[in-house]
């Protein structure tokens, strides 16, 4: 409650808010008057003493959410990309996303956390909107009652309300958090779901998405580690809108791709998110126009596909160690960790398989691009090397997870083999990227 009331203090520089109620201590003793804005003065006197009843049922912000307004949020967010505008122009269902607007802006605390979430934390809240907005869309590509497209509204919009209950020092800080801010910070699933569980009238699908969309289906997410036969469909679809978007903002947005170019990267995470979703999400990005542009400048070209080449053959021995990996777990089942483990090395193996890219026939193809200098063929390149990046990706996750596991787990024959599998994976140097190819996009994802 502390970072919720210094937060409110923060939006009262922008919008009034105001305390509908007397604000009292457990005792019965007037804190704050009712009338009296929330500013940093009141937020002391708040957080010296437990409250008689939340902080949030006795406050109002000026000009908070109602349907028009969220609604005209959707409209310009998704029309400030092109991307975002031509999938809304042609798939967006107007009048439902209305409809959703107005049923959500019937619950009046989530509505007063969405507001102070999109005036703190912009960037998330439009995280939320997009995972909203598309997740409506998908869900009418999945099987009939796989998922209801109201709950999911729901979920999205609200994925990240626990955010704004977390000291906003930890939010802000520049530098890498220490283990207890890293903590804090994952207590935003469960923060969500208790808001929304005391939350009358709405589903409890809502507050289970909530509390799921960072687990992942190898079990290596958070805040409890559940494997994905233990998750339902709507954190996971969360789960994977809320990493495409990231992935998006943070790597292509900022250089002007299309969202388009996400093909690769979600094309080699169908085995470790949601499958099927995932199948619709590439079916979906490839309505978006291909502007057959790449970003290769043909006196670079040379060196670019040496780099790819040095990637190749970086994979290909991690794969290989990894196998060995994969025997010395075996099929075991009584040990959730171990069976991440083995998740994590069959999601490198299947994703290479699919992809086809970490073979002599692959290299062989970009000699010849090569030799005879194929522009026609660069684009390709680029989206090779972005699976590549995606596989070394998971390839330092599995060594994350390996060092876990052996940091809590006793030695013996299995965590000494794993320890040996584990130094022969840091042995191998991933290859540097030439400060001459700095400036290509693709080497900034």
């Known amino acids: 409650m502390d970072a919720y009331a210094a937060h409110l203090a923060k939006v009262n520089e922008v ?53 028009a307004t969220l609604l005209e949020c959707f409209s310009v967010y998704l029309n400030s990309n092109p991307s975002t505008a031509f999938i809304a122009e042609r798939f967006t269902d107007k009048t439902e996303l209305k409809k959703l607007c107005e049923d959500f802006c019937q619950f009046t605390l989530l509505r007063q956390k969405l507001t102070v979430l ?35 509204f729901f979920a999205a919009l609200c994925h990240d309300i626990g955010m704004v209950h977390i000291n906003g020092a930890i939010l802000d800080k520049p530098g890498a958090l220490t283990l207890d801010e890293w903590k804090q910070i994952q207590s935003h699933p469960i923060i969500g779901f208790n808001i929304v569980k005391e939350t009358p009238n709405i589903s409890s699908t809502v507050g289970k998405a909530i509390l799921e969309h960072h687990e992942n289906l190898d079990g290596t997410g958070y805040p409890r ?72 400048p043909p006196d670079l070209a040379d060196d670019v596909i040496a780099t ?13 160690i990894s196998a060995d990996i994969a025997n010395a777990i075996g099929f075991r089942h009584d040990d959730p960790k171990l069976s991440s483990l083995q998740n994590a090395v069959i999601h490198i193996t ?30 390709e390149v680029e989206e090779a090397y972005l699976m590549m990046q995606e596989i070394i990706y998971h390839i330092d996750k599995l060594k994350r997870q390996l060092r876990l596991f052996l940091e809590k787990n006793l030695l013996n024959g299995l965590t000494d083999t794993l320890s040996n599998g584990l130094t022969q994976l840091d042995e191998v140097n991933l290859p540097r990227v030439d400060q001459n190819l700095a400036k290509i996009w693709m080497f900034n994802v």
């Open 15 to 67: 919008q009034d808010v105001v305390a509908t109620d007397d604000i009292c201590n457990a005792q019965g003793q007037i804190l704050v008057k009712k009338g009296s804005r929330i500013n940093p003065q009141m937020v002391d006197k708040i957080t010296r003493f437990k409250l008689l009843k939340p902080l949030e049922h006795s406050v109002v912000i000026e000009n908070e959410f109602d349907s």
């Open 225 to 296: 580690g559940r494997l994905g036969s233990m998750l339902g469909h709507e954190g996971q679809l969360l789960n994977l809108l809320d990493s495409v978007n990231a992935i998006y903002n943070k790597h292509f947005k900022p250089h002007n791709r299309s969202m388009r170019q996400l093909i690769p990267i979600v094309q080699m995470n169908q085995h470790s998110r949601f499958g099927l979703a995932t199948k619709y999400l590439i079916l979906l990005l490839r309505e978006l126009p291909d502007e057959g542009q790449h970003g290769i």
């Open 350 to 379: 299947m994703s290479i398989a699919q992809s086809g890219i970490i073979n002599n026939a692959y290299i062989r193809w970009l000699d010849q691009i090569q030799a005879h200098k194929l522009v026609h063929a660069y684009r």
């Open 118 to 152: 999109s005036l703190l934390m912009p960037n998330v809240f439009e995280q939320a909107m997009f995972c909203a907005w598309l997740g409506t869309i998908l869900i009418k590509q999945l099987p009939t009652n796989m998922l209801d497209t109201r709950d999911f």
């Open 308 to 320: 790819v080449k040095e990637r190749n053959a970086y994979i290909a021995k991690c794969v290989d």
